[in-house]
């Protein structure tokens, strides 16, 4: 049976890559893979899409059912993030960049996780102490993922082997430029012009389990706020929409990337625990948060606190 390789639900560049880039990395190590998604290719986000025509990478498969299926998880570990019935899989593999998360597991299973910036640096790693031959269109991918990750070196979650990595990419790949490669992934990221609000909040989007409390963060980087300004009542509208939908708290980050911090907005049954994680003051739908970057980082950590998770 071939092993499905997949990524969070919702996924970004580093789901959609690190699936690419794992599946292949099974295949030259002797275990058929292939690499798969949560999302068909037409819903894929802007920014992925750019990524994968850029580099010639054709978009994983589609998987909402992963019973009866050998499964390799890549950039999460968290059930609430995997596919439908991912209790009836057989989970052979987790490789990460996050927390680990609340998937078990009834026997041994290779786990590779390290605390950086993006599961394509991870990946990196695994290609070179495996003497893995990394094609120049998978190295494409991963290099759009670090860089996306990171925020082009910006979030608080990068790291020393995330720039090590990128630099080794670069050769690979032979960009030259990669502010400039950045800057055309967030141009895709950030476009909102004729995209239903609630699509926005689930571009990037994952649920938490916060002490027995859902808790939803989405996030989007725009190069500056005044990109949603004439959305903000529809944004706030669609977050109070997804938290009806059967969850205690929804977070909605708008990141500035320029400025380097966000606009969080937040419909919350207790709000003031909201508050109390980011020591901040909700006025009328959001607080700035000045520095805030990281959902991973910055957010998750401070809301498990307040929740007691």
Known sequence: MSVCVVGHSNPDTDSVT???????FLKATGTDAKACMQISAENLNPESKVVLEKFGLAAPEEITDAAGKDVALVDFSDIAQAPANIGDANIVAVVDHHKIGDVVTSSPIFFYAKPVGCT??????????NNVDLPKDIAGGMLCAILSDTVNFKSPTCTDADKAAVAELLQITGVTDQDALFMEMLKAKSSVAGVPAKDLIFRDYKDFDMNGKKVGIGQIELASLDQVADIRDALFNAV?????????????????VVKEGTDLMVVSDEPAIIEGAFSGKIEGQSMWVDGMMSRKKQVVPSLQDAFGA
Do not use: C, P, Q, W
């Open 18 to 24: 690190s699936a690419i880039a794992f599946a292949n």
């Open 120 to 129: 394509g640096t991870v990946l990196l790693e695994m290609y070179k102490s």
């Open 240 to 256: 109070g929409e997804v938290k009806a939908e059967g969850r205690h708290s929804v977070l909605f980050m708008l990141t500035d």
